[in-house]
């Protein structure tokens, strides 16, 4: 085929052209190798702090919906939510009765608590009261012994599931299971470890916890505690029926008329998700619009070089017309060489990036250069070296065989 | 009979701003299949502008021209180019070879135009050197070769893709004399061999190789004359 004998041709001839003029073609890619290590190292940040951001947020389980007093990211006039009402057991055990779309609820309330083991104390732990369904609601996994059980829940028992932090604390070498804590002033047996759940957002430690029945819960503290009402969907794909749903029997409940503005709130991962795009979409946007401009300017001095190139090679042009090279072959010749330096800027942008990434991964934010971040880089760079070269490929092709022939 | 070129009446105008300078003032001119012919004149005769022509470098402003039962005349660029790849093989005064590839690389370029694979290309291109007594610099770049070696491969190259005519510009012009005999008597023999040659050229030593002389001047066709 014509075409590829042309193409592997050009390839040739710009393979010889780039190693003729060594330097200039290292300096002309210069604004290249900048523009995409800087296009790269940006999109691969922005990976790492999306990663960071949806492993920090996993713990909030996306199939689980917060019936609580307010919501998280509400944005209303504080007059919307002044007198709204707490969230209590007899909403709970409504939605549990009514419900047709959740797979399991469980109530939630939460303290904080000094724990106290022997002589060891841990201050300011967060102590949750629940029920047994509180595990399979939040997709919860045991590291050691088991949650607490539905009789145990009912009948409000002394007993604890704990966090690691607090097995950490206090039981760093022993078995914690069976052993008696301190949570406040009353003593709890612990019947199970819950495996480590990392932090939310990296602020707050899910770990430095422990979950006892809430029917333990309000003996010891009083109800008078607005309640997390945690209702995991059947099928995630159906989140938002599940959502109407448990909204109308709240209104229901609540005895709201037609066309009131909810009192509670119905809470989300996706809110999490939400309001951290809104805050980063527009800094994404503005930091790659920037690193771009050092394509930009990459690619025109890759355009200065191929006027010259095509400037010096006019003989060259006018002999391989006069042999019979058409525009197309020329036009492809200079295509390809100028696609050839930026693809060259593309390869060398590229490993610098990788592993300037491998050093942010290991002390600024886990990160990693994706694949399809590679193959982006070289793209663009292939994109910016056709435009780059088009203009002067377009003068070479369009050149007269006899003028140029006769040029000096 | 048919003719290998058939030229009609052609015309070629330069238009510089108001200035308008003929330099062909209508030209007819017929070549026949193995005719080796010089064309000669003085510079600013309209010899190179009439070479060109032929040669599918440039069009006639008007007038007719058929090379080898094709139209030439109106022709686009890219169809032009075709003309010149396959039906012309052109050696320069300045040689006009590629710099940076070797003698092998300059002479299989046309068949790379042509679209024939490597193999190919590769052996035509080196029987076209041995062809030319050059077997043992191959992979010499021009500026590793004597002036002669240079235009033996420019004629190498010339003939490397079968072409109807081989069109020839001043082609000892930048050669001694001993070199330039040496080159003239391959052309001959390329003539002997079946090849139809035109040459251009100013010098009567080197004209008298040829069997037929065309002297132009001023854009017009002075004399013809065929010697035996």
Not at chain 1, 247 to 259: A, E, Q
Not at chain 2, 140 to 159: D, F, T, W, Y
Request: glycine share 8%; hydrophobic share 40%; charged share 25%.
């Amino acid at each position: 085929m014509n075409l590829f004998i042309e193409i592997k041709e050009s390839i040739i001839i710009a393979y010889q052209a780039v190693t003729a003029h060594k330097m200039r073609s290292m300096l002309a890619t210069l604004g290249i190798v900048i523009g995409i290590t800087a296009v790269t190292l940006m999109q691969t940040a922005i990976e790492g702090i999306n990663n960071a951001f949806e492993k920090s947020i996993a713990s909030v389980g996306a199939d689980v919906l917060y019936i609580q007093k307010f919501e998280w990211f509400g944005r209303e006039d504080f007059e919307y939510y002044r007198n709204r009402k707490d969230i209590t057991m007899q909403n709970y055990e409504f939605i549990k009765k009514y419900t047709q779309t959740a797979d399991v609820v469980s109530p939630s309330v939460g303290s904080m608590q000094t724990l106290q083991y022997g002589n060891l104390n841990l201050e300011n732990v967060f102590v949750i009261g629940s029920t047994d369904e509180y595990q399979s609601t939040l997709g919860i996994n045991m590291e050691d012994g088991r949650f607490f059980s539905s009789k145990e829940s009912e009948g409000g028992y002394p007993v604890v599931a704990i966090g690691m932090d607090v097995r950490n604390a206090f039981f760093p070498n022993t078995n914690p299971i069976g052993q008696i804590i301190k949570v406040g002033t009353y003593s709890f047996k612990i019947v199970g470890v819950v495996e480590k759940q990392g932090s939310l957002l990296g602020l707050i430690s899910l770990d430095n916890r422990v979950i006892i029945p809430i029917e333990k819960f309000f003996k010891l503290y009083g109800t008078k505690r607005s309640l997390s009402i945690n209702v995991k969907a059947k099928d995630i794909n159906a989140l938002d029926e599940t959502r109407e749903e448990i909204s109308s029997i709240m209104r229901k409940t609540r005895k709201i008329p037609l066309g009131g503005k909810d009192d509670f709130g119905v809470n989300n991962q996706s809110a999490f998700r939400d309001t951290y795009e809104q805050l980063t979409s527009l800094i994404k946007i503005i930091g790659l619009l920037i690193t771009s401009l050092s394509l930009i300017v990459g690619s025109v001095g890759i355009a200065n070089i191929m006027f010259v190139s095509v400037k010096e090679r006019t003989k060259e042009i006018g002999i391989r017309k006069a042999i019979g090279a058409r525009k197309r072959t020329i036009l492809l010749q200079f295509l390809i060489e100028s696609s050839i330096i930026c693809l060259l800027g593309g390869v060398i942008g590229l490993s610098i990036a990788f592993p300037i990434s491998l050093i942010i991964d290991a002390t600024v934010l886990p990160t990693s250069m994706p694949l399809w971040v590679v193959f982006l880089g070289l793209f663009i760079s292939l994109v910016f070296g056709v435009l780059a070269g088009f203009f002067p490929a377009f003068n070479a092709a369009k050149m007269d065989p006899v003028d140029s022939l006769r040029y000096e | 009979m048919s003719n290998l070129i058939e030229i009609k009446n052609i015309t070629k105008l330069y238009e510089m701003g108001e200035e308008k300078l003929y330099a062909l003032r209508g030209i007819d001119l017929a070549i026949e299949k193995n005719e080796y012919v010089a064309i000669m004149g003085p510079s600013g005769s309209g010899k190179s502008t009439l070479m060109n022509i032929i040669g599918c470098l440039d069009t006639p402003t008007s007038g007719d021209y058929i090379l080898n039962g094709k139209d030439v005349h109106e022709m686009d660029d890219d169809e032009l180019a075709e003309i010149r790849n396959r039906e012309i093989g052109f050696v320069f005064q300045t040689f006009n070879l590629l710099p940076r590839s070797n003698a092998l690389h300059n002479v299989e370029l046309p068949l790379v135009y042509s679209g024939l694979p490597r193999a190919e290309r590769l052996k035509r291109a080196e029987d076209a050197l041995i062809n030319v007594g050059l077997s043992d610099r191959m992979t010499h770049k021009p500026n590793e070769l004597s002036g002669g070696q240079r235009q033996r491969v420019a004629v190498a190259r010339a003939l490397i893709n079968n072409p109807s005519i081989i069109l020839a510009d001043e082609p000892t012009g930048n050669l001694d004399t001993k070199t330039g005999e040496e080159i003239m008597g391959l052309i001959k023999e390329l003539n002997n061999k079946g090849n139809t040659i035109i040459i251009v050229t100013h010098e009567e030593d080197i004209a008298k190789h040829a069997n037929r002389i065309v002297k132009i001047r001023d854009g017009m066709i002075e004399s013809d004359k065929k010697s035996s």
